[in-house]
């Protein structure tokens, strides 16, 4: 299984990013898949998730500014996100809740 992560960048507070996780060995769509965040010197949290059925959850944290989807076709998961803080900044990973499978990270900073 490989999870593969990219879309982090440097963007200003107010903009947005859309990370993509791009899944080989597993399909997304009969899976529950996990986007987390770590903060610099802080411990990964749980930042959205989308399940085998399409329920999508988020931390308060981020409720209204993201967004989690899924292209079946691609076998990918995205995060969108909008209205970026500096509270945002952090290495964005994601999961396969089952197997507890991990991508390698994705930095995102956004400037103030």
């Known amino acids: 299984v490989q999870l593969q992560a990219s879309g982090g960048g440097l963007v200003q507070a107010g903009g947005s990013l859309r990370l993509s996780c791009a899944a080989s060995g597993i399909i997304v769509s009969r899976n529950r898949m996990d986007w987390f965040r770590q903060p610099l010197g802080k411990e990964r949290e749980l930042v959205a998730l989308i399940t085998s059925s399409g329920s999508t959850n988020f931390a308060d944290s981020v409720k209204g500014r993201f967004t989690i989807s899924r292209d079946n076709a691609k076998n990918t998961v995205y995060l969108q996100m909008d209205s970026l803080n500096v509270e945002d900044t952090a290495v964005y990973y994601c999961?396969?809740?089952?197997?507890?499978?991990w991508g390698q990270g994705t930095l995102v900073t956004v400037s103030s």
């Open positions: 999961r396969v809740f089952l197997y507890n499978y």
